[in-house]
């Protein structure tokens, strides 16, 4: 099988809840989603996603995505898209990093992989140890009175897993943690996560002031040495995301006992390939995960399901749905949350289908 065809479109999400914002003042109401088609000889077609949570979270700019693709597009065609590892050496070695850029070629790959196998990508990526699974919701930062009220609304959706959006002035941090915790049940969980928002002294504070507190603590600053000086602080649970960015990262933060959950985003490390290999590599470790991207819609959510299908159940901490916040759906088949829980497709490959006419004539298109 070869690559015959390579078609890149870009879609407009909007969120149903208006805006979403996080630390250091950041928030956004809008997002540029590229959806990638891999066309081949065989009449087999894939599809990947990737969609930045605009231009200030993580390396990644959403409209010089379609520049990179036609950097390292041309170096695919002819290639035999089963061949996912090489499919990936090709990329790294034509464009340092940018790893946002090589995710969705990687998922496409990996969708014409389970359909030429008659598999689903869940079973490929290790075998199906979950069906379904409890999602988590994120709760945009906001003040304490309406963070708890949200937490409140998702409650009656079934949700029971929350990440609360902090990293801002520690007084108003603490207000938030407390007054969520206060709506929570016994069994709900919480992750007080400040997206690299404080300064080691503040984030010290929060700590301190929630110790005897139910939640976990995410990614505090901005540097595993600022986290580490953070984590000596406190005996509150550890997440670690934004500075997980490859293997190595991933063994350096494991040997210094940085963190107890990790965040494996799929378009930060490259897709699904490598998010595979460190996913597999936590399991070793003995690390909890969440396993998600930093935003996405239908085919992002369904690839993040079967990735979570195939890890062991002990080893999954949580995960969330992002096409549940978008109001533009391209795939009537993709998974829906249901009660706060989500479904692994069963279908080959990504096990859904998408409705062409939705993603407009492409803006870039390679053969």
């Not at 070629?105 to 014409?112: G, K, P, R, T």
């Not at 990440?163 to 943690?177: A, F, M």
């Not at 069994?187 to 507190?213: Q, S």
Request: with cysteine.
């Amino acid at each position: 099988m070869k690559i015959t065809r390579i078609k890149v479109y870009q879609l407009d999400y909007r969120l149903l809840d208006q805006e979403y914002a996080w630390s250091r003042g950041y928030a956004v109401e809008s997002f540029v989603s590229t959806v990638i088609k891999i066309s081949t000889d065989e009449e087999l077609n894939g599809f990947g996603e990737v969609c930045p949570l605009g231009s200030a979270y993580m390396d990644s700019y959403a409209r010089g995505i379609p520049d990179g693709i036609a950097e390292i597009g041309p170096l695919l065609i002819g290639q035999d898209p089963c061949q996912v590892r090489s499919i990936n050496s090709i990329m790294d070695r034509a464009l340092g990093g940018h790893n946002y850029i090589k995710s969705p070629l990687d998922m496409a790959c990996w969708d014409i992989l389970g359909q030429k196998a008659g598999l689903s990508l869940c079973t490929l990526l290790g075998g199906r140890f979950i069906k379904s699974f409890p999602l988590y919701r994120a709760i945009s930062q906001g003040s304490a009175e309406k963070m708890s009220a949200d937490v409140s609304r998702f409650k009656e959706e079934g949700y029971k897993r929350f990440q609360l959006k902090v990293g801002g002035v520690p007084d108003e941090d603490i207000k938030r943690i407390k007054s969520v915790l206060d709506v929570l049940d016994p069994e709900d969980i919480l992750v007080a996560d400040a997206n690299t928002g404080w300064l080691m002294h503040k984030a010290i504070r929060v700590v301190n002031a929630v110790e005897k507190e139910d939640v976990y603590i995410e990614q505090p600053c901005s540097s595993l040495e600022e986290c580490l000086v953070v984590r000596q602080h406190t005996r509150l649970p550890f997440v670690l995301d934004e500075v997980i960015k490859d293997v190595s990262s991933l063994l350096r933060a494991n040997r210094e006992r940085a963190m107890d959950v990790v965040n494996l985003k799929l378009s930060r490390l490259g897709g699904l390939t490598k998010d595979k290999q460190m996913r597999d590599i936590c399991e070793s470790l003995g690390i909890a995960m969440t396993i998600e991207d930093s935003w996405g819609g239908d085919i992002t959510t369904a690839a993040i399901a079967h990735l979570v299908g195939s890890t062991r159940s002990e080893f999954y901490f949580t995960s969330t749905d992002f096409n549940s916040y978008n109001d533009v759906h391209i795939a009537e088949d993709a998974p829906r949350r249901k009660d706060g829980w989500l479904e692994v497709p069963s279908g080959p490959g990504l096990g859904i289908h998408i409705d062409e006419k939705k993603l407009g004539e492409p803006v870039l298109s390679l053969e």
